[in-house]
């Protein structure tokens, strides 16, 4: 099966400057050992594999692998990743379109703001995403009452 990727240079608005990567679409059927091997071919610092989310109200499912491991987050394929679904879903407009995505990561959901600008570099910017943590606090429950 073919698979439809596209090369992206982040944080540039001129081509072949700024931090490159390769966004692959329709990425359900590979497996992890195939998108380590894809990822190795590519030879760029990351490469972002998008795939159908598991939450309904979710964009997409993003692995992102470098040429020798897969990581749980990082920022310029979440940035490039998110400009490339905004892109793939609504092509070439004539007016500018502002929209928010959630994009799942193996960190967790990350919710990133696109704008789409015809004629102009598109941009994008998340939420840092942080995984939730205990905190012990004690409370008077009479006082709150």
Same mark, same amino acid.
């Given at each position: 099966?073919?698979?439809?990727? @596209?090369?992206?240079?982040? #944080? %540039?608005?001129? /081509?072949?400057?700024?931090?490159?990567?390769?966004?692959?679409? &329709? =990425?359900?059927?590979?497996?992890?050992?195939?998108?380590?091997?894809?990822?190795?071919?590519?030879?760029?610092?990351?490469?972002?594999?998008?795939?159908?989310?598991?939450?309904?109200?979710?964009? @997409?499912?993003?692995?992102? #692998? %470098?040429?020798? /491991?897969?990581?749980?987050?990082?920022?310029?394929?979440?940035? &490039? =990743?998110?400009?490339?679904?905004?892109?793939?879903?609504?092509?070439?407009?004539?007016?500018?379109?502002?929209?928010?995505?959630?994009?799942?990561?193996?960190?967790?959901?990350?919710?990133?703001?696109?704008?789409?600008?015809?004629? %102009?570099?598109?941009?994008?910017?998340?939420?840092?995403?942080?995984?939730?943590?205990?905190?012990?606090?004690?409370?008077?429950?009479?006082?709150?009452?």
């Amino acid at each position: 099966m073919a698979l439809s990727y @596209a090369i992206y240079d982040v #944080f %540039t608005d001129r /081509q072949l400057e700024g931090n490159p990567l390769a966004v692959v679409f &329709g =990425a359900d059927w590979l497996d992890d050992e195939v998108m380590q091997a894809i990822a190795q071919e590519f030879n760029l610092s990351e490469t972002v594999f998008i795939r159908r989310p598991g939450g309904a109200a979710h964009t @997409a499912k993003l692995r992102i #692998f %470098t040429p020798s /491991q897969e990581l749980p987050f990082a920022g310029h394929p979440t940035v &490039g =990743a998110a400009i490339a679904i905004a892109e793939a879903q609504h092509g070439a407009t004539e007016e500018g379109i502002d929209l928010v995505q959630v994009l799942e990561e193996k960190v967790g959901p990350v919710r990133c703001a696109v704008r789409l600008k015809p004629g %102009t570099a598109s941009f994008a910017e998340f939420d840092l995403p942080r995984k939730s943590a205990r905190i012990d606090a004690r409370f008077d429950r009479q006082a709150i009452a």
